[in-house]
């Protein structure tokens, strides 16, 4: 079993998932997660937005959030045309696409992609480690349904992997110190009567935030320089840059 570096848990991403609103990207605009995801014609999903509606709403999305385009056993040529065109910063595959799928696509994209993969015993974990994918994201099956899987299942893995799967502001602070993910996704536990709610939005980023902040001051005091990256983050925050 592979140790985590310490660094890698004290600087975990945020991505809210399922936006489909122009008031949706305001929102995420606000709070400032590091990403954000769109569910792209999957009629069976009602956050589901077309290719058109994606492109429509990413004009209006700041540049410090990285667009994520979700597919589910999608052509690949409507996954290519949205990375290509600029629409998308990442792709995430959320079905059965096989390892010869991913192996395809990147050679016709040198931006990064995310396989889901529904976990419910060891071997899931095995067989997602061995993906091809830039990412991995470690989610209970059903994505979107906010339920979690058995969280004791994931060992120590420097592979960076995305956590999805029944995180909310309850939780989101033990996922992070215990699974250590590179990063944690967020979508029903973000919204209320099937829409995304910008106050627990704003609420997740800043738990995310805060923890980022102590980790940062926790260096500093220690001697070190905090990342770059990690000020840029607590933009806002109380603490005296040095």
Request: charged content about 30%; glycine content about 6%.
């Amino acid at each position: 079993m592979q140790e985590m570096t310490v660094q890698d848990h004290s600087k975990t991403k945020i991505k809210i998932c399922g936006l489909r609103r122009r008031e949706d990207i305001l929102a995420v605009n606000e709070a400032k997660p590091d990403y954000c995801g769109f569910i792209i014609e999957f009629p069976k999903s009602f956050r589901s937005v077309t290719a058109d509606e994606v492109r429509d709403l990413v004009k209006d999305l700041i540049q410090e959030i990285q667009p994520v385009g979700v597919f589910v056993d999608a052509p690949m040529e409507l996954v290519r045309s949205l990375l290509d065109d600029g629409t998308l910063a990442l792709a995430q595959l959320h079905g059965q696409e096989d390892e010869s799928y991913i192996r395809e696509l990147k050679t016709y994209t040198d931006k990064p992609i995310i396989k889901a993969f529904s976990i419910k015993t060891a071997e899931d974990i095995e067989k997602a480690l061995q993906s091809p994918a830039d990412y991995i994201l470690l989610d209970q099956g059903g994505g979107g349904t906010g339920k979690t899987f058995d969280w004791s299942l994931i060992p120590e893995i420097q592979r960076p992997f995305f956590l999805a799967g029944g995180i909310g502001a309850a939780n989101l602070e033990q996922a992070i110190r215990e699974i250590h993910p590179y990063a944690v996704d967020l979508s029903s536990s973000v919204e209320t009567e099937k829409w995304k709610d910008p106050t627990k939005i704003r609420q997740v980023v800043d738990i995310v935030r805060k923890m980022k902040e102590t980790r940062c001051l926790e260096e500093y005091r220690g001697g070190h320089k905090c990342q770059k990256e990690d000020l840029e983050y607590m933009e806002g925050s109380t603490f005296q840059r040095h």
